[in-house]
């Protein structure tokens, strides 16, 4: 029963999956997430919580430092569940999958990038309520930017996405 029930829901998160990145080909959606997937690479996402943590003062910047600590604490459960739940990624498994040249080789699960980006604007998102209309809008991008290039089930966003908001409200409450 309980072995049904689990192939039920990966079948369900295939069909989300495929739903997505059956539209690779398209161009506008091709471009917009192969550039919006960095915002949550490490590169850009320590780059910018290092620029707002030297450049700004007051209240964005003990904003910035939540999202930097935050940026840094929540990769190391992300590690963890890599090596415990050694995922392998959608591209290796489901047939006809799309997805860039060389692709990403480690485990699946869960997403790391969705994990940085909510990790670093969570804390901007409580502070600055008015963020949310730019940044939860870029957050999801990134996660559905992971699927839609055929690097992640659905569930290892999700995943991710609760790993970074989480930590970020910890963060968060350590500097206000």
């Known amino acids: 029963?309980?072995?049904?029930?689990?192939?039920?829901?990966y079948e369900l998160e295939c069909q989300l999956f495929?739903?997505?990145n059956r539209h690779f080909d398209r161009k506008f959606l091709s471009r917009y997430f192969r550039f919006v997937t960095h915002f949550g690479g490490a590169l850009l996402t320590i780059a910018i919580a290092l620029l707002l943590m030297i450049f700004t003062s007051g209240s964005l910047k003990l904003t910035a430092y939540a999202g930097g600590l935050s940026l840094a604490l929540s990769h190391v459960p992300v590690a963890i569940m890599k090596k415990l739940y050694p995922r392998k990624r959608p591209y290796l498994q489901i047939k006809d999958t799309k997805v860039l040249e060389n692709p990403l080789t480690d485990h699946s699960f869960p997403s790391g990038h969705t994990t940085a980006i909510f990790s670093l604007t969570t804390p901007f998102f409580i502070y600055f309520p008015f963020a949310v209309i730019i940044l939860l809008p870029l957050a999801f991008s990134v996660g559905l930017s992971r699927i839609f290039l055929g690097l992640h089930y659905p569930t290892d966003v999700l995943v991710g996405s609760i790993l970074g908001t989480c930590t970020g409200l910890i963060c968060f409450s350590f500097f206000h």
Request: charged share 40%.
């Open 1 to 9: 029963m309980k072995k049904k029930i689990i192939q039920k829901l």
């Open 18 to 20: 495929r739903m997505l």
